[in-house]
């Protein structure tokens, strides 16, 4: 049985010069991930993979989202460089990296499609990465309806990643969050909306078999079952402005069976009970081993490490735990191993 981390980060060295040279002095959270030396060194990302039997990696680009960094001919320049990069160290180094996923220039509408497409089909990546909000736009937007029809269309799934800083205040009278409010508890608040937006505003209705993936054990939402749930059942009464009713009638299913649609890993930290409430609320079938690498305090090992820990020790079935490392995701990105 093979452990399919889907969800590990990567600079390629071609992507990292061409992302250097477009930021020039990185700050934040992408100075981290410069100083982890598994992103840009692959000699030791193998010493690290090694550490773990029967383990690979499905390979992603790390944070900051390319309309983060650029206007939409860079960001699709970076795409372009990110996904060739990604398909060559899969073609080399096929035993340890069985796939990646492509990041969509979600900021240039005229080459989304297409460059996912050439990501897709002539690459051959898994899916495509994209984040919870494009400079502050909602994912739910008409601008980015072609994207998700082609991804429905393609049967590929969406990785859905959390995107926030700083700038994003937690209180209305300051400036900034402060302590790293906005990563701890604002990235998965982040990826939560993201959800209910795609919720909302039916795209699962219009697209039933798109399949997105969310980052962090579905974040908020497995936690939140009752609020979603019974909560959500009661959408407009809370709402004096506008008749949420009419769209709750709308909807062809409960608020609830569509946060049920997606799916989750188990990128939690090395959290047990993050991992059991994703298996609860989403099932088996739908939860993928992730671990998150190498963003730890100890350059890698640590997440994979605690992950695994933690999946080896849920009282579940020995199939349960085969669909979580390796069955889930063979199916779901049509991986050959």
């Keep these: 049985m093979k452990k399919i981390d889907v969800f590990t980060h990567i600079w390629p060295t071609p992507y990292y010069e061409a992302l250097a040279a477009q930021a020039g002095d990185l700050r934040d959270i992408s100075r981290r991930s410069q100083r982890v030396p598994m992103m840009t060194d692959l000699n030791r990302r193998f010493a690290v993979m090694d550490m773990f039997e029967d383990y690979v990696q499905v390979l992603s680009l790390a944070s900051p989202p390319l309309e983060v960094l650029a206007g939409p001919?860079?960001?699709?320049?970076?795409?372009?460089?990110?996904?060739?990069?990604?398909?060559?160290?899969?073609?080399?180094?096929?035993d340890r990296f069985p796939g990646f996923?492509?990041?969509?220039?979600?900021?240039?509408?005229?080459?989304?499609?297409?460059?996912?497409?050439?990501?897709?089909?002539?690459?051959?990546?898994?899916?495509?990465?994209?984040?919870?909000?494009?400079?502050g736009k909602p994912l739910d937007l008409p601008e980015f309806e072609p994207f998700f029809d082609y991804m429905a269309g393609a049967g590929k799934p969406v990785w859905l990643h959390p995107a926030r800083t700083q700038n994003f205040a937690d209180y209305r009278s300051e400036e900034k969050s402060l302590y790293e409010i906005w990563w701890t508890f604002g990235w998965p608040y982040e990826t939560s909306v993201a959800m209910a937006r795609l919720v909302f505003s039916k795209t699962f209705d219009r697209l039933p078999d798109l399949k997105v993936?969310?980052?962090?054990?579905?974040?908020?939402?497995?936690?939140?079952e009752g609020r979603v749930g019974p909560g959500w059942d009661q959408l407009g009464s809370r709402t004096s402005d506008t008749d949420y009713k009419v769209l709750l009638n709308e909807l062809e299913h409960r608020p609830l069976d569509y946060f049920k649609m997606f799916y989750a890993d188990t990128a939690t930290f090395g959290s047990r009970m993050a991992i059991l409430s994703a298996l609860e609320f989403f099932g088996v079938d739908q939860v993928l081993f992730a671990s998150d690498a190498p963003f730890d305090p100890e350059g890698g090992p640590m997440y994979i490490?605690?992950?695994?820990?933690?999946?080896?020790?849920?009282?579940?079935?020995?199939a349960d735990r085969r669909?979580?490392?390796?069955d889930n995701a063979v199916k779901l990105l049509g991986l050959k191993i």
Excluded: W
């Design 305 to 318: 490490r605690e992950t695994i820990d933690s999946i080896d020790k849920l009282e579940i079935s020995e």
């Design 101 to 135: 996923i492509g990041t969509a220039p979600m900021n240039n509408p005229d080459a989304l499609v297409e460059e996912t497409r050439r990501a897709v089909e002539d690459l051959g990546a898994c899916g495509m990465q994209i984040f919870s909000n494009v400079n």
């Design 213 to 224: 993936i969310t980052h962090h054990a579905g974040a908020m939402i497995p936690f939140f």
């Design 73 to 94: 001919d860079k960001a699709l320049e970076l795409s372009r460089i990110g996904s060739d990069s990604m398909a060559d160290l899969c073609s080399r180094y096929p």
């Design 323 to 326: 669909a979580i490392y390796q």
